[in-house]
């Protein structure tokens, strides 16, 4: 490390001043705004009674703790997120798995998955609170549907893009087609599955807020659905922003997730 | 050179498509000997790389036969060379091992036997994309060599890399494989490099393709492919393969 030369350190401390720079402005931003909401709802430029306000969102947090237990609502919506990203990953790879593999299926069904994938799943809210009740299985059953299809999509299509170099080395050795699934495939797609996965959690918290507007009686889309009947504009903005929250955490946890994925390789360096 | 390892008699291979029917390779016969390098040139898009393919066993043959020695082993070589980014250079040597279920413990001291007299064991838990494109190649080679093949098939295993490369690699090819003691069937488009690696050059006609010609190549000095360059008969040889290949742009 201390071999490094004048310049290179000069360097170092010029990207690394720039992330600060950034992270600084990111964060000014975000104050700014609320602060200016603020005022502008104290000097009643703005009806707080449409447009709430920081103060009053703050209010109806802490209310919320206490007399709605909010911690429930989180908990729930999260817990429906987890289950229904746990479902649609599994379900999506052994979907696609087989469609790489019995390649007559993917032609069969290849028409059919894109109809079902273009489909707005909101006109089929209607049907799932018939078929699968107004409970919480309409809600997974929802998210399902928004997410199940684009995964199994974007999980074939990176497995059939795969080098086939790769591919006709391993046949050159006789593999089975097993063999050509563990050793190539799945290796060499390790980041284009990361990011499905990424792009599955997010098209499972839209699923299952989605859900939870159309039939509930807890979750933070109930919390707006019910803010919005009631006209409580101050609980469906709270909502809102705890959501916004909500999926910056998850963001965050799939991250994470990445990083340990990747550093089984780092280890390996060494 | 008198033990024939592989005799191929009245090849014949078409492909389909809806419209029309290809013919690829035509009655094309040769034998290729125990420990000889034979070099196949041809004009490009003749059906060579389809030859090596059937040879593989990646591609069903049409008519003809194609008889070889007993328990041969083949080892193929691809155009680049395919090492896997998420492998170590030890792990990558030894895929081949692994896919065909022989990792025995001597298999693999075999392997890192080859890795070190190649140089390359000190990169052994390097990832491939730390090596330059020379040494790449070199792995693949070992890769394809620890499987312990009778024939090696190259498929233009240089056309990835530049002219120095190239001239380097194969000189470097050249000396592991004759270390290795190793029958090669090599293909090209690359005159001089057949002349200089190879034992035998044949010259595949247009497609459909067949043998055109066929050619001992014997150098005044043979010792290795950069000097082979320089011999005098180099041009000659050089100079009728150019004239058979019958080259128009």
């Known amino acids: 490390m201390s071999t490094f030369s004048k310049e290179h350190l000069l360097y170092i401390k010029k990207v690394r001043k720039e992330k600060i720079l950034v992270h600084v402005t990111q964060f000014l931003i975000i104050i700014l705004f609320f602060l200016l909401w603020e005022i502008m709802a104290k000097k009643n430029l703005i009806n707080t009674f449409l447009y709430s306000s920081p103060s009053q969102i703050i209010q109806t947090i802490i209310s919320l703790i206490k007399q709605q237990n909010l911690v429930n609502h989180i908990l729930i919506t999260f817990y429906e997120v987890i289950l229904s990203f746990v479902i ?7 979907i696609a798995t ?11 069904f290849e028409p059919y998955i894109t109809i079902i994938n273009s489909l707005p799943k909101v006109a089929l809210g209607p049907l799932i609170i018939i078929w699968a009740g107004a409970s919480m299985k309409s809600i997974i059953v929802m998210s399902l549907m928004i997410s199940l ?3 199994i999509i974007n999980l074939y299509q990176s497995f059939i893009s795969t080098n086939k170099n790769y591919i006709t080395l391993l046949k050159s050795l006789k593999a089975s087609k097993k063999d050509i699934f563990l050793k190539v495939i799945l290796p060499s797609n390790r980041a284009n599955i990361i990011s499905t996965l990424k792009i599955n959690m997010s098209m ?4 299952i807020i989605m859900g939870e507007l159309l039939v509930s009686k807890e979750g933070l889309g109930y919390l707006i659905m019910y803010g919005s009947q009631v006209f409580n504009i101050n609980l469906v903005i709270t909502s809102i922003i705890i959501l916004g929250i909500l999926s910056l955490i998850m963001y965050y946890f799939i991250t994470y997730l990445e990083k340990i994925a990747t550093k089984n390789r780092q280890v390996k360096l060494k | 050179m008198e033990n024939i390892l592989l005799k191929i008699n009245n090849l014949s291979k078409k492909y389909h498509n809806k419209t029309s029917e290809i013919k690829a390779i035509e009655n094309l016969s040769l034998n290729v000997y125990q420990d000889e390098i034979l070099a196949i040139v041809g004009p490009s898009g003749c059906g060579k790389s389809t030859l090596l393919s059937i040879l593989a066993g990646l591609e069903e043959k049409g008519e003809g036969t194609i008889t070889y020695n007993d328990n041969y082993k083949i080892g193929y070589m691809l155009q680049n060379d395919s090492l896997f980014p998420w492998l170590t250079i030890l792990d990558n040597a030894l895929i081949g091992l692994e896919i065909t279920k022989n990792k025995t413990k001597e298999n693999i001291d075999r392997c890192i036997k080859l890795l070190k007299k190649y ?3 000190e990169f052994r838990n390097q990832y491939p994309n730390s090596l330059s494109g020379g040494m790449r190649q070199r792995v693949a080679l070992i890769r394809t060599l620890a499987t312990n093949p009778e024939l090696l098939l190259l498929d233009e ?22 270390n290795e003691k190793k029958t ?3 293909i090209t488009h690359d005159i001089a490099e057949a002349v200089s690696m190879a034992d035998r050059v044949i010259v595949l006609s ?6 055109k010609k066929e050619y001992s190549i014997i150098l005044e000095n043979k010792l290795n492919p950069i000097s082979n360059r320089k011999d005098p008969k180099f041009n000659y040889y050089y100079d009728m393969i150019w004239r058979d290949l019958d080259v128009h742009i």
Do not use: E, H
């Open chain 2, 184 to 186: 090669v069937i090599l």
């Open chain 1, 149 to 151: 299809f684009i995964t």
């Open chain 1, 204 to 207: 499972n918290f839209i699923g």
């Open chain 1, 88 to 94: 649609s990953c599994t379900v999506a790879f052994i």
């Open chain 2, 206 to 211: 247009k497609r459909p393709c067949s043998v």
């Open chain 2, 119 to 121: 140089g390359l064991y």
């Open chain 1, 98 to 108: 087989i469609l790489w593999w019995k390649k007559f299926l993917s032609r069969v």
């Open chain 2, 157 to 178: 295993p240089y056309s990835a890399l530049d002219y120095q490369t190239r001239l380097a690699l194969s000189s470097d090819m050249y000396n592991i494989i004759k």
